[in-house]
């Protein structure tokens, strides 16, 4: 060991980050977050009988976060945030279950090996990317000189503990991917699939082309496919639930708040000679940037208060889809293009042009003697834009249909023009404004998200809910208070996600863990919080013949257009005999497609055909200007005659070969990996208990 103390040097200063390590086998990083901690507190559930810690998991969850701000520079939003405790379980869970395995298989790692790999002729890439000259070569000489030198101590604990990491990752890896080969004959399969190219002739009976009646069913085929595909109709157990949804969007206090905070920061820097920029980087919720915008990508008030504001003013804030904005804007410059903003009266022409005709003339007429537009659009235009009293915004060349674009760059700024015609019906048109400006602008953006206070009254209400209902009645409850009662589709256990409501694994365990009526707690979804109840209880087994008879009858059904075109194919093969003529086969059948495709790739879409691997196959195997007997695709049955297909180039494939091969071992790989790992977590008795710790 005085050897490792003399070798624990690193600077800090070339430590590779946490995220370097979470590419193939990230969750094989050990945060060793038990070994600190020296009391627990209660579970947030268990791994194989192992308990993990309310604290364990917090920990992992704040190391996680603290990654990903080191590695994007940005903070996760607390919207995503469930998903990202929900991934931090899934990692840890993994690193559970493969450090038990490790175990399991013995596999260690020396303090001699890691000497080996930090003092070896080709140390670690993430070390030695630190130690490099100008020419880009490793210099030997400082790199021994940092890994010995006492002041780094600490910095060597931590790539210690990285370099043993690697080791033991690379020795899973090889007991993982002892068993994996790649054939001559995988690489050059994969060769053919990508450099091939096949000119092909066919004729297709679509199965699409027999109508319904061209086959019978009778109750004894559909008995028969019943019995003889049982399997397809076992079901797992199901259950549904009714439920309450208590919302935890931002509320019209939430986006006052925003508003007048930002209105107090418009004053303040109206006072005050300060740049922009910085207060920008103090209260924006988004980056600085200096942007030349048109007004088309302001949108709704922001455009139109854009387009009327002097250089240097502020303006805002203003509601937009980012939340609240102030802008302030530094200039503006001539455009080529010219912008319109304009509202609009629709009447659609639909059945009745006359009618349409008629209305619209009588509105011009009401407007024409003084009838206010805004007014008359919300109560007689029939499109979104009447709840805005017809305005469209502002728009360019090429946005609307032709009559309605001539009309609008035509017209005068505040003049009714008559109605116009499009293919949509009849438009009374008043153009409200016209620029050939883009803005320069700055901006501070403030989100608008529900603020603590609104988050704890929807669980409050949710939590009152929840007690009164289970002492009394659910749905009395529901009806008393006028809430509106849900119910989702039927769900397994085996379920990620919950019709209607999201992911929840604790609601989808209470679901199969209570009886019917049985009131839930509160449990968070992506829209709120929920209190449920268990609507219907669907026990596993196989789903009774008569419900299912009508699926089974379709089923049937194209079972039996399957069988005619396989019958229609071979007359037609009969009627071509040994001319390899498709021109036949609409002798036989009028709504048989004969077509043909050139210079297709094996691993492609066929144009015409679609990615039909039958189709291709028979490609690949079938003689040259041969037709072969009928080929069973996705919709029908197949006539082939390949006219073509190039050879192998034996030099392009000799270099390519190698790279091909690295690539097959690589994907083969990947999936033993995901495949393991799905395989611990399917065997595992994994407890979560997440619920109870996060609202």
């Not at 430590?15 to 193939?24: D, K, M, N, Q, S």
């Not at 639930?241 to 508003?259: C, I, P, Q």
Request: avoid cysteine.
């Amino acid at each position: 060991m005085g050897m490792m103390a003399r070798m624990r040097s690193l600077a800090p200063w070339f430590i590779i980050t946490v995220g370097g390590l979470f590419v193939l086998f990230m969750v094989l990083s050990d945060s060793r977050v038990s070994d600190i901690i020296a009391t627990r507190s209660n579970d947030v559930g268990s791994i194989n009988g192992i308990s993990v810690s309310y604290q364990e998991y917090s920990n992992l969850i704040e190391q996680y976060r603290k990654d990903q701000q080191q590695r994007t520079g940005q903070e996760i939003p607390e919207t995503q945030m469930d998903a990202f405790r929900d991934q931090v379980w899934e990692n840890l869970v993994s690193q559970k279950l493969i450090d038990e395995k490790i175990k399991e298989l013995g596999i260690t790692v020396t303090d001699q090996e890691i000497l080996d790999i930090i003092q070896g002729p080709n140390p670690p890439q993430i070390i030695t990317q630190y130690f490099v000259d100008s020419t880009g070569k490793f210099n030997r000489q400082a790199y021994d000189q940092a890994i010995y030198d006492p002041q780094n101590k600490e910095a060597m604990v931590q790539t210690e503990n990285i370099v043993r990491q690697q080791l033991v990752q690379q020795k899973l890896a090889s007991f993982l991917n002892a068993s994996i080969i790649v054939s001559d004959q995988d690489v050059k399969d994969a060769f053919i699939q990508q450099n091939m190219k096949i000119s092909t002739e066919y004729a297709f009976v679509d199965i699409n082309s027999i109508s319904d009646n061209e086959v019978s069913v009778n109750d004894a085929d559909i008995e028969k496919y019943y019995i003889e595909n049982s399997k397809e109709f076992e079901v797992d157990a199901q259950r549904q639930l009714k439920y309450v949804l208590f919302s935890n969007g931002a509320t019209k206090d939430d986006s006052m708040s925003v508003k007048n905070n930002l209105l107090a920061i418009v004053k303040k820097i109206a006072d005050d000679t300060t740049t922009f920029k910085s207060y920008v980087d103090i209260y924006s919720e988004k980056p600085y940037s200096k942007d030349t915008l048109a007004l088309t990508m302001f949108g709704g008030e922001a455009g139109l208060q854009i387009s009327k504001a002097e250089k240097g003013s502020l303006v805002g804030p203003v509601l937009t889809n980012e939340g609240y904005v102030v802008y302030k804007v530094d200039d503006f410059v001539t455009s080529k293009d010219m912008l319109v903003k304009a509202s609009h009266i629709l009447i659609k022409h639909g059945q009745d042009e006359n009618a349409a005709k008629t209305k619209i003339d009588g509105i011009y007429n009401q407007l024409v003697k003084g009838a206010n537009f805004e007014a008359t659009a919300k109560q007689a235009s029939e499109d979104g834009s009447a709840r805005n009293g017809g305005d469209l915004g502002w728009f360019g060349k090429g946005q609307m249909v032709k009559e309605f674009e001539n009309a609008s760059f035509n017209g005068k700024v505040g003049e009714i023009q008559k109605p116009v015609r499009t293919q949509f019906g009849y438009h009374i048109i008043k153009v409200t404004g016209k620029s050939d400006k883009k803005y320069v602008v700055e901006k501070i953006v403030n989100e608008v998200k529900a603020s603590a206070t609104t988050v704890d009254r929807a669980y409050d209400k949710a939590n009152d809910f929840a007690y009164v209902a289970d002492k009394k009645d659910f749905y009395s409850e529901a009806e008393l208070l006028k809430i509106e009662v849900k119910e989702t589709s039927p769900f397994t256990e085996e379920s990620k996600v919950i019709p209607g409501l999201g992911a929840n694994v604790g609601l989808i365990k209470f679901a199969f863990e209570n009886g019917i009526d049985d009131v839930s707690s509160v449990f968070k979804v992506p829209a709120g919080y929920v209190v449920a109840t268990v609507s219907k209880i669907t026990d596993a087994g196989k789903k009774p013949l008569e419900e299912v008879k009508e699926i089974i009858k379709s089923k049937v059904i194209k079972e039996k257009k399957f069988d005619k075109s396989k019958s229609i194919a071979e007359e037609i093969k009969n009627k071509i005999g040994n001319t390899n003529d498709f021109s036949k086969a609409a002798e036989v059948y009028s709504k048989v497609k004969v077509s043909g495709v050139s210079n297709f790739a094996p691993n492609g879409n066929v144009p015409g055909v679609g990615r039909d691997l039958a189709f291709t196959q028979a490609s690949l195997d079938s003689k040259i200007n041969t037709i072969t007997n009928p080929v069973k695709g996705s919709r029908g049955y197949y006539l082939l005659k390949v006219t073509q297909r190039t050879p192998i180039d034996s030099t392009i494939y000799s270099i390519q070969k190698n790279s091909i091969r690295e690539n097959l071992l690589a994907q083969k790989k990947n999936m033993v990996f995901s495949e393991w790992i799905e395989g611990l977590k399917k065997d595992a008795n994994i407890e979560d208990n997440r619920y109870q710790f996060f609202r």
